[in-house]
């Protein structure tokens, strides 16, 4: 069960807590989101107490944790779409989500917090540490620079960071909703039901409907049945 004790040392310490996650890292179809989350500490005790890894909640625990959400959390969710994933890669799409994220949610909270004392660090579920340096060198960003020693990666980190599993919930919620939004464009293909990934429902709907523009042609099967 996710807890705050990554959060209390954080705060002990005077660090800024961000944790990262994604979604539809997997999937067939659509975007993959990255959401990064803060919460403050001082005020833990009005925070939902189910926030945990959102593969543990079900679709209603999940809508009512965002829902009792208030001003002590901040959080903020950007995408890279499935032309990015079949572009640059699935490793490289998912730092350029997470960046986006990342530097939304820092722009907020410069606004946000007066003390600036605090140094950050930024704590991603998984084992994969990624490369923002690269990325900022690739796109020539110098705005934001994410030194390596601010970039933490924690393997299950939605299990055991409220912040972490709060980042997880966010993004599954939003990429749901996206894909709930392609199924009434798209009402053959069931997203809603399966949200782009490999079910043998979606499948069937591809080989009988064909491959659309939002389904990501570097991934099998799409790309063993893809020609241009």
């Known amino acids: 069960m996710a807890n705050f004790d990554l959060e209390r040392n954080s705060l002990s310490n005077n660090i800024i807590m961000i944790g990262v996650d994604e979604a539809g890292r997997g999937s067939w179809a659509g975007p993959l989101v990255a959401t990064a ?5 001082k005020k833990y005790k009005l925070l939902n107490k189910e ?20 001003n002590s959390v901040k959080y903020c969710s950007s995408i890279s779409s499935e032309r990015e994933i079949d572009f640059y890669g699935l490793t490289f799409a998912n730092t350029m989500a997470m960046k986006r994220s990342i530097f939304s949610l820092l722009e907020i909270l ?12 930024i704590f991603i579920d998984g084992k994969y540490k990624p490369n923002f340096l690269n990325f900022d060198k690739s796109f020539k960003i110098k705005k934001l620079k994410l030194i390596s020693n601010n970039v933490i990666p924690l393997v299950k980190g939605d299990n055991k960071s409220k912040t972490i599993a709060l980042s997880s919930i966010i993004a599954k919620e939003t990429r749901n909703n996206i894909m709930k939004q392609y199924s009434l464009k798209y009402p053959n293909y069931s997203f809603d039901k399966h949200f782009g990934y490999g079910t043998v429902r979606h499948k069937e709907a591809i080989l009988k409907y064909g491959i659309l523009g939002l389904h990501r042609k570097s991934f099998k099967p799409i790309s063993t049945i893809y020609s241009e």
Not at 110 to 121: E, L, P, S, T
């Open 51 to 70: 926030i945990n890894d959102s593969k543990r909640l079900t679709t209603n625990q999940r809508k009512k944790i965002l829902l009792s959400l208030n």
């Open 110 to 121: 410069n606004n946000y917090i007066a003390d600036k004392k605090y140094d950050f660090q």
């Open 37 to 41: 989350s803060w919460l403050d500490f």
